[in-house]
């Protein structure tokens, strides 16, 4: 089974700052799909970017980038330019390229942004 | 175009009793998923239907049921309420092969 692993808790950064998310999986399969996804306090699971694991390059989206890594399993979340509207629980997810709706998420990570 | 919207928001129930949760995807989403997210952890995932056909479960006990109906709008059944079945419950809704897209959940609390 896919596992997704979050070591950190919590981060902090400050306002303007930049800041990096880490995530690591374990899979066997070799086509499959990663996501971040942010979640506020009122709750709602919001898309942050994509990465399809055929890609070679990074996916980027504004002040958000990724740096997926296929071999070490690793997919960290870059956000940059940090704004408090970026404080929330963020969570790393995975989905098998076959099971389009079936996700694995990791535990979280808390980002506080400080002004 | 509305979102993926899911009633209660907020429910209390009692041990023992039953919940049923519903859920109305986004207008063309064929693909309805169900997540409980206890507190202070990650979605887990519970169930996919898409045209109306169970394509996946989690590892919940068959107390957790759930079906489609042919509007695409879903129903989440859980039966024999326990306490740790306090959560979050979220629905997701897709197009084939794309990203999924949340509700804002049910608060479920059983006391």
């Known amino acids: 089974a896919q596992t997704v692993t979050q070591s950190q808790p919590e981060m902090s950064v400050q306002e303007a700052e930049t800041v990096t998310l880490s995530c690591t999986y374990d899979?066997?399969?070799?086509?499959?799909?990663l996501f971040w996804y942010k979640q506020p306090p009122s709750r709602q699971m919001i898309l942050v970017i994509r990465q399809e694991a055929y890609k070679q390059q990074n996916a980027t989206e504004n002040r958000f980038s990724v740096n997926f890594q296929k071999a070490a399993k690793s997919f960290s979340l870059k956000i940059s330019d940090s704004q408090l509207g970026d404080a929330a629980m963020y969570f790393c997810a995975y989905r098998s390229a076959g099971n389009f709706n079936k996700f694995y998420f990791g535990s979280g990570t808390k980002l506080n942004v400080k002004p | 175009d509305a979102g993926v919207t899911q009633s209660p928001t907020h429910l209390i129930k009692t041990r023992g009793q039953q919940v049923t949760l519903r859920c109305s995807p986004i207008?063309?989403?064929?693909?309805v998923s169900w997540y409980q997210q206890v507190l202070g952890q990650g979605p887990q995932f519970i169930f996919q239907y898409y045209e109306k056909e169970e394509r996946g479960r989690g590892n919940f006990p068959d107390r957790f049921s759930a079906r489609q109906f042919p509007n695409y709008s879903s129903e989440l059944n859980v039966n024999a309420l326990l306490l740790g079945d306090s959560a979050l419950y979220l629905c997701?809704?897709?197009?084939?092969?794309?990203?999924?897209?949340f509700g804002e959940g049910s608060w479920l609390t059983v006391v």
């Open positions: 207008s063309g989403h064929k693909s």
């Open positions: 899979t066997s399969e070799s086509d499959y799909y």
């Open positions: 997701a809704s897709s197009l084939q092969g794309n990203t999924i897209y």
